[in-house]
């Protein structure tokens, strides 16, 4: 089986000491950091919620009232495509404040044609996606910060009840005494040590209870911000295609050039080399010069063809392995019989008892396999190879993802290990491992690697049985 693990993404805010912020302790609560951030999040809503509610109601009322009119539509389109800039402010304060990294939605493309456009302006679910939050976030802004800032406030009151109630307007109580302090029903007054100090009690209570009150309604806005203004998994998917579809054709675009590099500097150097040598005998024996000279000439022109022949023989193969033509487990067993490593490699007979593979997932396992065992031999100064094909059951997570049946191939080395897949930097230049994982990722299989500082490397490949369809 093909084994490929690719290094999992840096954690981002939300997954740093998670824990500890999901679960603080309760005497410690009220005088964190991430409790005041909260409250500060709660603030800058209410802040922005008027004005987008605002937003959302103009944008929702000029729809409906230029909505008889195509020119009227568009304006109303650029309008909603506003909503998309409120999205990212609001995932700007989430990330920020509530240590929620919400991935950005795929920005938006026009598409050629006017009524396609149109439609798009209209039809952005992002845009709506985000009109949406901005009109449930105005009520429960309101709501949040009108309850944390009472809590706060009435706890901190009580406990500095001792203090300021002095200051407090003396009443007239049912006794015919006079009083100062807060007064609670028609004659109860905190006045008295022992009232004042139950107030300062009660005050302690609703301070320490005002985080996890916090906590609630924020936990509201991660999941409303995570619900509404993340991207969809139709447009993640979407994204993730384009992704490995521009891969594949890089991919491509690379081997189609290291094809014509090889061909321009090596079977073609040596066919014109042939050609010459061939001249040259023709003009020996034409002249009368001397026999064994223009037989040498033509035994090297024959020597120099034979190894043209090799080059274009390998370059094929490079193309399309010849052994691919009697399925994937002879074509790996020749594999293995030409490396330079022992490989051992074990094909469950079951993957191919209902037929071929698709010629494309047969053709990217071979190239996968190939390129594992090569970096072995190369890199990871390993001593064997271990490869294992088989197939997945349709009922697993892996298998559904990859379109119901699937085969899992996984390659072990024992060498020294810490490869990592090194993700593009923009230079158009790749490793061989983000090579093959976008090329797994092209027929929607998932590519994992495994390979910790000292061995072994593993990696673990996942393709469908079947193309998708488009990539067959």
């Known amino acids: ?49 008027p004005f987008a509610f605002a937003y959302a109601v103009f944008t929702v009322s000029l729809t409906a009232v230029v909505a008889v009119t195509v020119v009227g539509l568009f304006v109303s389109g650029t309008v909603l495509l506003g909503a998309r800039g409120w999205g990212g402010t609001y995932r ?161 675009d690379a081997r189609l050039r290291s094809i014509e590099r090889d061909l321009h500097d090596g079977t073609q150097a040596r066919l014109v080399a042939v050609a010459m040598q061939l001249g040259e005998a023709r003009e020996h024996l034409a002249d009368g010069g001397d026999v064994a000279q223009a037989a040498e000439l033509v035994d090297t022109a024959h020597t120099s063809t034979k190894d043209a022949l090799t080059e274009l023989r390998e370059l094929a193969r490079g193309i399309h392995p010849p052994a691919l033509d009697s399925g994937l487990a002879v074509a790996l067993e020749t594999l293995a019989a030409r490396s330079a490593l022992p490989v051992t490699v074990d094909v469950d007979r079951a993957v191919e008892a209902g037929g071929r593979l698709a010629p494309a997932v047969e053709s990217i396992a071979y190239f996968t396999v190939a390129e594992l065992v090569t970096n072995a031999a190369k890199h990871a100064r390993a ?32 060498g020294r290990g810490g490869a990592r897949v090194v993700p593009p930097d923009g230079s158009g230049l790749r490793s061989g491992l983000a090579g093959l994982a976008e090329r797994v990722s092209s027929v929607d299989g998932t590519f994992d690697l495994s390979s910790p500082a000292g061995g072994p490397t593993v990696v673990t490949v996942i393709l469908p049985t079947t193309a998708p369809s488009g990539r067959a």
């Open 92 to 252: 700007g304060l989430a990330r920020n404040l509530l240590d929620v990294d919400v991935p950005v939605p795929a920005s938006y493309t026009r598409p050629r044609g006017f009524w396609r456009t149109l439609g798009s302006l209209l039809g952005d679910a992002t845009a709506w996606r985000a009109l949406l939050f901005m009109f449930v976030a105005f009520p429960l802004t309101l709501l949040s910060f009108v309850t944390s800032v009472v809590f706060l406030v009435v706890g901190l009151g009580g406990i500095t009840y001792g203090i300021w109630y002095r200051f407090l307007p003396p009443q007239l109580g049912t006794d015919g005494e006079m009083h100062v302090g807060a007064q609670f029903g028609a004659s109860y007054y905190v006045d008295t040590p022992p009232r004042i100090a139950l107030a300062a009690l009660a005050g302690l209570l609703v301070f320490f209870c005002w985080p996890w009150i916090l906590r609630m309604f924020t936990l509201l806005f991660r999941v409303l911000t995570v619900a509404l203004l993340s991207p969809t998994r139709a447009s993640l998917r979407v994204a993730e295609l384009e992704r490995s579809r521009t891969g594949a054709v890089d991919d491509a």
């Open 383 to 414: 001593t064997g190879v271990w490869v294992l094909v088989e197939p997945l059951d349709g009922g697993r997570a892996e298998s559904a993802r990859a379109g119901g049946r699937a085969v899992r191939i996984r390659v072990r080395d024992d």
């Open 1 to 49: 089986m093909t084994t490929m693990t690719v290094e999992p993404r840096a954690a981002g805010p939300a997954a740093r000491g998670s824990t500890a912020r999901l679960h603080p302790h309760f005497l410690t609560a009220p005088f964190s950091s991430r409790t005041w951030r909260e409250q500060g999040y709660l603030a800058l809503m209410l802040l922005l919620a």
